[in-house]
Each structure stands twice: as structure tokens, then as C-alpha cells.
């Protein structure tokens, strides 16, 4: 407990630090509550390089940023690959091949060597620009690979560690165990079945753990954000899609197209499937949505709530309104430790009763005894 603590109070000092930089360069551009909106937007979003922290020299006004870049990939006119240090945040034009592009709010623009944007007079915060194939290794990649390279390191280890024990958990396997087997006995086979669960089994592990560590992650000094992003909650979701359509059986698609079975003839039902058939159909795309915007928009709005917390410090200036504001904070950063490993339970609970729907299997033999 003193250990998690510890992590916590760091933290937030470090995201304080940060905020306290911010607002620093933002002094004279305007109101401090812009400048935490701004603040908490630019924590929201990607990056092209991987910044913990930053600092402001109170003598000469300059911003120090503490971090390191990452490979920039586009798609334009060949394929250019630099460093994202080119961009110093920013703050200059970097340049590849005779092409120049710019980074604007977290967005690759190409422009010309004065780095000049034309902007949509209907969208006047939105640049006119042409934007190259982004396939850049960004914060949220990195993230991603390390959290996979985590899980397959920590496993393997398990598994070597079960196999050498008896199949008796030694170290950290003995906090793990007890998770797999929940995942197996209570969320796999209660919502699939003995009979067709290990085939989910291995996606369903991977996506707990995989949402639980990122999540993690995002309550770490690190202020990494991947579970916020709606590009990682979609390409998730989508996998869910596919397997769930991809493994269907035909009692599953005939439930989708003949919801009302062999009971009625066809022309007594035709104007009920008129609405029920659409309806089906727009279910296959509306679960896996719900899978999206669930995860997306609690992870997210967790961020937006400990953000504005910790803006309020600057805000009020005060003893009383201060430490408030971190005692507020401090709770909120706790809470959300629960809240990463219920987001990831929901995620999997929902993908394994989507994969229940899609794989069931309907005893015709016995009815058709039964109807005689």
C-alpha cells in the first residue's frame, strides 16, 4: 500500500510540474482556464516523440523538454523517414527530401520551408493542407509494443515457472493464476461454453491483460494515454467484429435473417422481418461500436476529470483551495486504479458473450422429436 502510494504522489507531482511549465509558456497568451484546456487537450492527444516532462527557465523564458524523439514514417512523394526532433516540438519545419512539412496540434502537414498554413475559412482552426500517410512510430505505438513484449516476457516466465513447479504457481504467478482462471471459469465458459471456449481463450487473456496493463500505464508518470485514443479502442473493437462474424455458426446468422424460426410461414412474417431483419443487422455493427465508445470515453473522461483537478490548483492560488484540489486529485488517481482493471473486465465480458451469441448451437434433432 506505502508502495502504491508512493507512485501515485509522484505522479501527480510530476504531472504538477509539467502543468506548472505550461502555464508558464502560456503566460500573456491568455486566461489560465484556456491554458489548462489546452493543457489537458495536448495530454489527450498522441505525440510524435515521448515527452515525461517539461520545465521553464524562470531566467530566459525557454521551455526545456525532457524526453526523447521517435521515427517519423510518411507516405509522400516516396517514403521519408526522419527523427521527430526535426520538428523541436513544434516549434521549426523539418525537412526530408525537399519536402517540408510541419507539426500542428499533433498532425503532420506538408508545407512550404517558411512552413506557412492555409486555413478553410468554414474551419478556421483546421489547416487546408495536404496531410501525407502517417505511419510514424508515435507514443501510443511504443506503448502498445512494450505493454505486447511485457505480456509475452511475464507469461513465458509463468508458464516455464508452472511447468518446472508441477503446475504449482510460484512468485507472481500465484497473483496471476487465480485472474486466468476467473477469465476461464466465470467469463469464458459461462458466457461461451465448455465446448467451444478454448478456442477464444487466447484472445480473451490477451485483451485483458493488454487493456488492464495500458491502463496502467495512463495513472504512471509516463503520461501515456493509449486506451484514450479512439484509433486503439476502434482496431479492437474491429477484431472483436470480425471474430464474432468470421466464427459464427449458421443457428447464429440464421438467428440474424429468420429471427422468428421455422414456425411461421413466410408470407405471415414477411412484414415483421421488413424491421426485424435491419434491426439484426444493424446489431452487428452497434455492439462492437458499444465496445468503442465504452472503453474510449471512461478512460478519456478519467484524464479530462484528474486534469481539471489538478488545473484547479492554479486556478484557486490559495491554501485552501490547493490542497483540496490535490486531496480531490489524490482520490480521483486512486479510484482510477479500479477503474482500469473494471474497464478491462467489461471489454472482456462483452467480447466473450458476443462470442457466446456467435457460436451457439441449437439441438434440432431434439426439437424436431419434441415438435412430433
Do not use: C
Request: net charge negative.
Amino acid at each position: 500500500m506505502h508502495r502504491k502510494i508512493t507512485v501515485k504522489t509522484i505522479t501527480l507531482l510530476m504531472l504538477l510540474l509539467t502543468f506548472t511549465a505550461f502555464a508558464s509558456e502560456g503566460e500573456g497568451k491568455g486566461d489560465m482556464k484556456t491554458e489548462i484546456k489546452e493543457y489537458i487537450e495536448h495530454h489527450l492527444q498522441d505525440s510524435h516523440d515521448f515527452n515525461l516532462m517539461a520545465s521553464t527557465d524562470e531566467e530566459t523564458g525557454e521551455v526545456h523538454h525532457y524526453g526523447f524523439p521517435l521515427p517519423v514514417i510518411l507516405v509522400d512523394d516516396g517514403l521519408q523517414v526522419f527523427m521527430s526532433s526535426k520538428f523541436h516540438h513544434g516549434e521549426t519545419i523539418a525537412e526530408s527530401n525537399g519536402n517540408y512539412y510541419k507539426l500542428y496540434h499533433g498532425k503532420i502537414y506538408k508545407t512550404d520551408a517558411e512552413g506557412t498554413l492555409t486555413y478553410d475559412p468554414e474551419h478556421p482552426k483546421h489547416p487546408s493542407n495536404v496531410r501525407p500517410l502517417d505511419l510514424s512510430i508515435t507514443k501510443s505505438v511504443v506503448m502498445m509494443l512494450v505493454t505486447g513484449l511485457l505480456l509475452i516476457w511475464l507469461f513465458r516466465s509463468l508458464a516455464k515457472s508452472y511447468a518446472k513447479n508441477g503446475s504449482i504457481p510460484k512468485g507472481i504467478g500465484r497473483f496471476f493464476e487465480p485472474i486466468v482462471l476467473y477469465i476461464r471459469d466465470d467469463i469464458a465458459i459461462a458466457n461461451i461454453g465448455e465446448k467451444k471456449y478454448k478456442r477464444y481463450m487466447p484472445f480473451l487473456l490477451t485483451v485483458f491483460f493488454f487493456v488492464w496493463f495500458l491502463n496502467m500505464f495512463g495513472l504512471t508518470p509516463l503520461g501515456v494515454n493509449v486506451t484514450g485514443n479512439i484509433a486503439v479502442t476502434a482496431a479492437l473493437a474491429v477484431i472483436v467484429f470480425l471474430l464474432t462474424n468470421f466464427t459464427g455458426t449458421k443457428d447464429y446468422w440464421k438467428h440474424i435473417f429468420d429471427p422468428l424460426g421455422d414456425g411461421m410461414p413466410w408470407f405471415g412474417k414477411a412484414i415483421i422481418y421488413i424491421i426485424l431483419i435491419p434491426i439484426e443487422i444493424l446489431g452487428l455493427f452497434i455492439k462492437p461500436f458499444a465496445l468503442m465508445i465504452r472503453l474510449y470515453a471512461n478512460m478519456t473522461a478519467g484524464h479530462v476529470v484528474l486534469m481539471s483537478l489538478i488545473g484547479l490548483i492554479f486556478i484557486f492560488k490559495s491554501w485552501v483551495g490547493g490542497p483540496l484540489s490535490f486531496g480531490l486529485s489524490f482520490a480521483i488517481s486512486l479510484i482510477e486504479v479500479f477503474v482500469a482493471l473494471l474497464q478491462a473486465y467489461i471489454f472482456t465480458m462483452l467480447s466473450a458473450l458476443y462470442f457466446g451469441f456467435a457460436s451457439e448451437e441449437h439441438d434440432h434433432d431434439h426439437e424436431h422429436v419434441e415438435a412430433h
